[in-house]
């Protein structure tokens, strides 16, 4: 049987590069998004559908699932739509934001409910997904890969609006940093967890929040071949539950 992975958000950016990687590998992949089929993103013309045919395009078998992560009975029919196709789930990759614009503001801006949102959708119920999949029958320990973020790590030189951060989104990424370490030591040997900070990556998301204010970057493609190793390869087993920078694994594997 082909092995089944769900890539969250993966309609563009960095979900939709691993979706890639791992459809390269004949995999069947998932692909989530919490619009529907054919919306467009706010980022450009993509679709869940052309996501779809892209991995299939490389090799893989590919499955457009809407999903929305504030909403968990959206996670439990997401997850139902899928093992009726394919079975349990052998990868996961926690890559999606609950991204809510009114909360990305300085803290005398936030919008309060909107940060409720981002945090019961990025740390609750991502912890719930991540549940649910592990719950489900397979012969060999599930891949979690989980997408942090730097921005968990420190605060930013400048504010929100300026080429910074704001809080909330920092807040959001610094819990859901432990989830895999938590998840690696309750679960044992059926879980191969992992967090990774993607680095600066030239995503229409990061363009469309910081602008150009931020040097540098690398392509999507770059932390999906990480994510991807880590999701498959037993060399990854030495970083079990640990926090990786894709860029710096990147540059020691040699693809950077």
């Known amino acids: 049987m082909k092995p089944v992975a769900i890539v969250t958000g993966a309609r563009v950016g960095i979900g939709l590069a691993t979706a890639l990687a791992l459809g390269e590998l004949g995999m069947r992949v998932a692909i989530t998004s919490r619009s529907g089929p054919e919306d467009p993103t706010d980022h450009g013309t993509e679709t869940l559908t052309s996501a779809v045919a892209a991995v299939e395009a490389v090799g893989g078998e590919g499955m457009g699932v809407k999903l929305d992560l504030a909403d968990r009975s959206s996670i439990d029919a997401a997850l139902a739509a899928i093992e009726a196709r394919w079975g349990s789930v052998n990868i996961l990759v926690n890559n999606a934001l609950c991204d809510q614009p009114a909360a990305q503001a300085p803290i005398e801006d936030v919008d309060f409910g909107a940060f409720e949102t981002m945090m019961v959708g990025e740390v609750v119920n991502t912890a719930y997904l991540t549940r649910q999949v592990l719950s489900q029958p397979r012969s060999g320990p599930l891949s979690v890969v989980n997408v942090g973020s730097a921005a968990a790590d420190h ?45 600066v990556v030239r995503t229409e998301r990061l363009i469309e929040r910081m602008g150009d204010l931020l040097p540098g970057g690398v392509a999507p493609a770059v932390p999906a071949r990480v994510i991807r190793w880590l999701a498959t390869d037993e060399a990854a087993d030495a970083h079990l539950g640990g926090y990786l920078h894709a860029q710096e694994v990147a540059k020691e594997q040699g693809w950077l």
């Open 155 to 199: 605060v930013p030189p400048v504010p929100v609006g300026r080429g910074g951060w704001a809080y909330t989104y920092a807040a959001t990424k610094a819990a859901l940093h432990r989830l895999g370490g938590f998840l690696q030591l309750e679960y044992g040997d059926r879980v191969r967890a992992f967090t990774v900070n993607p680095g």
